[in-house]
């Protein structure tokens, strides 16, 4: 009997696909998770690669056109990108500095951080990347501009203690996490058997409009530049936000980015 596959595929809008599907971490936090396929104006497909690149995965791609792109937007998110590339293996591959340490095994086409500011990758002025240089995670912002499209990534929250030379227990607390968040992630949970909720109350409603978010945001965002990339972000004009974890903002994007990045605004 065949396994019912936990994918979902949606055209969230003319022109930009996304692939949602159940994935934990910790290992018990359901984030969900999630890529996303753009069909650029010349026919060809951006691509930010997340997921795993099964083959219900990779035949959708396929039918929307010629993988010209694949891009990771932060050092989380790595694991499938080696078998993306080899997947399509014509596509520039586009990532931020410190993948090329974690995935060797690709040969990439530009990072963002490492090369020179104002770089272009090729998909530009389609689509714009912003590179967050004082985010924990080293994180791109992509705006879809004919789509009003914000679409961003990341991996996930870790809590873990270390226990050090100190006579006493020392708990260390290290956090990682999207630029924006909105669960419960109930689309990349609605064709499977688990649930989306979880009993973690911080994570389980963690989203732009809550305190909790703008408190994780602020731990994270540390770097100098975190004002301004925030601004930069803040002023594109955008109505829809696709995050790599949670349920996709349909409307209000960028209330929600100003609401979550509150405390950078001000």
Same mark, same amino acid.
């Given at each position: 009997m065949a396994t019912q596959s936990d994918l979902v595929i949606r055209e969230v809008t003319p022109g930009i696909w996304t692939f949602s599907r159940p994935f934990l971490r910790a290992p018990f936090i359901p984030?969900?998770?999630?890529? /996303?396929? #753009?069909?650029?104006?010349?026919?060809? #497909?951006?691509?930010?690669?997340? /997921?795993?690149?099964?083959?219900? /995965?990779l035949a959708k791609i396929q039918e929307i056109g010629p993988v010209k792109y694949i891009v990771a937007p932060d050092v989380g998110h790595w694991l499938n990108l080696q078998k993306f590339s080899e997947a399509f293996p014509k596509a520039k591959v586009i990532g931020v500095e410190g993948l090329e340490a974690k995935v060797p095994g690709v040969k990439f086409a530009g990072l963002y951080g490492k090369d020179p500011a104002g770089t272009l990758y090729g998909y530009e002025p389609e689509i714009i990347g912003h590179y967050f240089s004082g985010f924990e995670n080293k994180d791109v912002a992509f705006l879809h501009a004919p789509s009003k499209t914000l679409i961003q990534g990341e991996s996930s929250i870790f809590v873990y203690k270390v226990f050090g030379n100190d006579p006493y227990f020392a708990f260390r607390y290290h956090y990682t996490a999207d630029l924006l968040f909105n669960l419960p992630a109930t689309e990349q949970y609605s064709k499977s058997k688990d649930s989306a909720k979880t009993w973690v109350p911080f994570i389980g409603g963690l989203s732009p409009w809550k305190g909790p978010h703008k408190f994780l945001l602020k731990q994270l965002g540390t770097g100098p530049s975190m004002k301004a990339d925030a601004k930069i972000v803040a002023d594109w004009d955008f109505d829809r936000v696709i995050p790599c974890h949670g349920d996709v903002i349909e409307k209000r994007g960028n209330e929600a980015w100003k609401a979550a990045y509150t405390n950078f605004l001000k």
């Open positions: 984030f969900g998770g999630r890529s /996303t396929a #753009v069909k650029l104006q010349d026919g060809s #497909v951006w691509l930010l690669a997340s /997921t795993k690149p099964d083959g219900e /995965t």
